[in-house]
């Protein structure tokens, strides 16, 4: 079946990379954006273990599908 928590997730992570991509990765700009406080999005970056994207690649060296 479908986990709530599952989707919510997915859809934080979402927003969050959304937020973070637009603001180039500037975590306090991101933070407002979110309407969050910064440590608390940095917690939340760090618990997903999210990299910065570069170049069509992920932080591990794979490619992007």
């Known amino acids: ?3 709530l928590k ?3 997730d997915d859809f934080e992570d979402t927003l969050i990379r959304k937020a973070l991509d637009k ?3 500037n975590k306090n700009r991101a933070a407002q ?4 406080n910064r ?3 940095v ?3 760090k618990k997903k273990n ?3 994207i570069k ?3 992920n932080g591990d060296g794979t490619t992007l599908l």
């Open 23 to 25: 603001t180039h990765w």
């Open 33 to 36: 954006l979110l309407r969050l």
């Open 39 to 41: 440590t608390t999005l």
């Open 6 to 8: 599952h989707v919510v």
């Open 43 to 45: 917690e939340k970056i």
């Open 1 to 3: 079946g479908i986990s």
């Open 55 to 57: 170049n069509g690649f």
């Open 50 to 52: 999210m990299v910065p």
